[in-house]
């Protein structure tokens, strides 16, 4: 990426980690759940790509709307992203220890309050477009209807109940994989895609194509993770690698290869940057888009 996207994504970024340190903080009506507030700050502040909040951000932008007018429904969708991320990391789940190279929240503040902290995440998520002045009612609405979608059962909630059904069969199928993928992963992506445009009162046909980019950035997205999880080290990722492979997990690679599996991560980012191409000011997207591709973590 070019020193003058980088800088400018370094500063987007930094924008979203100030806006959701400012929405989660002890106030004096929760100064005695503190422990609560402390662990969901604590997994907030691991960091990460911020490329969910990042893509809402963008395609507001590049719909002609404000910053301001997406900023919750960024801070919202990170925070969904990040309540299930504590929520994977448990043992009845994925089981790890590390996330982005430190101690899991349940490691650090016990299962409970971890349990608890994505719980109260997922809340929060849902108060933060509520209590916007900026949005119209009507905004509100559509845009918590996205994020409920793309969350619940028919979204990353039922897409996680699909990866652990699959983790104790061998008989996966690529076309059952990729309904697990889309759901899991690429559902918060494209519901990322969609509020962007929405808090900027872009017409339907505009909302289903950028909803369409993120189908193909969320398939690309999981397949170079499934990638990485082979070919990188968890010094590099911040987290195990090799995890899929000791629990026998079907994955891309090992659906389709190596090989077949980065070719058609290629695909899916050719497809998607012809997608974003139609939109207006789309250079930085564009090269987000072709990063994102060749990523080391």
């Known amino acids: 990426m070019d020193k003058r996207n980088e800088a400018y994504m370094a500063a987007q970024v930094a924008k979203i980690d100030q806006q959701l340190m400012a929405l989660i903080r002890v106030t004096p009506r929760t100064k005695r759940q503190a422990q609560v507030i402390e662990a969901m700050r604590y997994s907030l502040e691991a960091g990460g790509k911020r490329i969910r909040p990042l893509l809402v951000l963008e395609f507001c932008r590049m719909c002609g709307g404000e910053e301001t007018q997406a900023m919750s429904a960024a801070c919202a969708l990170e925070m969904v992203h990040t309540f299930s991320l504590i929520h994977d990391d448990l043992p009845e789940m994925d089981n790890d220890d590390y996330r982005r190279g430190r101690p899991a929240c349940h490691k650090q503040f016990g299962h409970a309050v971890a349990l608890q902290a994505g719980d109260a995440l997922l809340t929060a998520a849902f108060e933060v477009v509520l209590h916007d002045p900026l949005l119209s009612p009507q905004t509100q609405v559509a845009l918590l209807r996205i994020l409920a979608d793309v969350t619940g059962a028919a979204g990353m909630i039922g897409g996680q109940i699909m990866d652990m059904d699959y983790e104790t069969r061998n008989d996966v199928t690529l076309e059952a994989l990729e309904a697990m993928v889309s759901a899991k992963t690429g559902a918060l992506i494209r519901g990322a895609c969609m509020m962007g445009c929405t808090a900027a009162h872009a017409p339907e046909s505009t909302i289903a194509l950028a909803g369409q980019y993120g189908e193909k950035l969320g398939m690309a997205f999981q397949i170079v ?61 564009l090269e987000l888009t072709r990063e994102l591709l060749v990523r080391e973590k």
């Open 225 to 285: 993770d499934d990638i990485l999880d082979v070919t990188s080290s968890s010094d590099v990722l911040g987290k195990p690698v090799g995890s899929d492979a000791e629990e026998g997990k079907t994955t891309f690679v090992t659906r389709m290869g190596l090989e077949s599996a980065r070719a058609q991560a290629t695909v899916l980012t050719q497809a998607a940057e012809k997608i974003v191409q139609q939109f207006a000011s789309h250079d930085f997207l």
